[in-house]
């Protein structure tokens, strides 16, 4: 099995900028795409942005400019940073990791990213 563990959510005001790093362990050769989801009050979960094993990325059109994923395979590690930070960016944020040939996602426990304006 794979466990994942986010760090690096908090507080920040409209503008400023948080950078989220969720760390990989356990049977990480069974992970493919690594990415970002968040969940706001009240809304479905949606993606934020994935990145696959050999760097191709995509993000979702709301934080295209402003966010950007990062991976480090060797490290079994993926990273959002996060600028330019809007209210409507507050959100319980997940870092997920895909089974490359399927079979249910793995899910971290969710880091709290709360932007005032």
């Known amino acids: 099995q794979v ?19 969720c760390t990989a362990s356990g049977i990480t050769f069974s992970i493919g795409a690594m990415g970002w989801y968040r969940q706001a009050p009240g809304k479905q979960r949606e993606l934020v942005g994935s990145i696959k094993r050999g760097g191709n990325t995509n993000a979702a059109d709301s934080v295209e400019g402003r966010f950007t994923i990062s991976r480090d395979n060797a490290k079994n590690t993926v990273s959002l940073q ?8 507050t959100a319980v944020y997940y870092c997920n990791a895909k089974r490359p040939y399927g079979g249910p996602d793995y899910w971290g426990q969710g880091t709290q990213v709360t932007v005032s304006s």
């Open 3 to 21: 466990q994942l563990v986010e760090s690096g959510g908090g507080s920040v005001q409209a503008g400023g900028s948080l950078r989220l790093s």
């Open 82 to 89: 996060m600028s330019s930070l809007k209210p409507e960016d």
